[in-house]
Nanobody, 126 residues
Framework: QVKLIESGGGLVQPGGSLGLSCTASERSFDTYAVGWFRQAPGKEREFVAAVTYSGKNTFYGDSAKGRFTISRDNAKNMVSLQLNRLKPEDTAVYYC???????????????????WGQGTQVTVSS
């Protein structure tokens, strides 16, 4: 099972930007679809964005559309999530996940993924 490590979280002011990274040491990482989810205190974990193993197809949750961008560099075993125009309601722990979902519909679901990182905190506050 692939091991995932997130980085790049922190404190940012409303309207600011932040870049998150998800890296893996396994060479098979480029065979996995990768998703980003987030969980705010007292709320369920929700889908943010996902990218297919090749990087050709991306998917976004409603909260991310137009503001966040997911991309991957398989040569570096890394998936990035660029967060722009951040709002206080974006405050959450952000998790990356990897898996081999049977079809694209599973990319939006927690059950579509086999491995999870430990999470990185993003706080949007003035």
């Amino acid at each position: 099972q692939v091991k995932l490590i997130e980085s790049g979280g922190g404190l940012v002011q409303p309207g600011g930007s932040l870049g998150l990274s998800c890296t893996a040491s396994e060479r098979s990482f480029d065979t996995y679809a990768v998703g980003w989810f987030r969980q705010a205190p007292g709320k369920e974990r929700e889908f943010v964005a996902a990218v297919t193993y090749s990087g050709k197809n991306t998917f976004y949750g409603d909260s991310a559309k137009g503001r966040f961008t997911i991309s991957r560099d398989n040569a570096k075993n890394m998936v990035s999530l660029q967060l722009n125009r951040l709002k206080p309601e974006d405050t959450a722990v952000y998790y990356c996940a990897a898996g081999h979902p049977a079809h694209s519909g599973f990319l939006y679901r927690l059950t579509g993924y086999d491995a999870w990182g430990q999470g990185t905190q993003v706080t949007v506050s003035s």
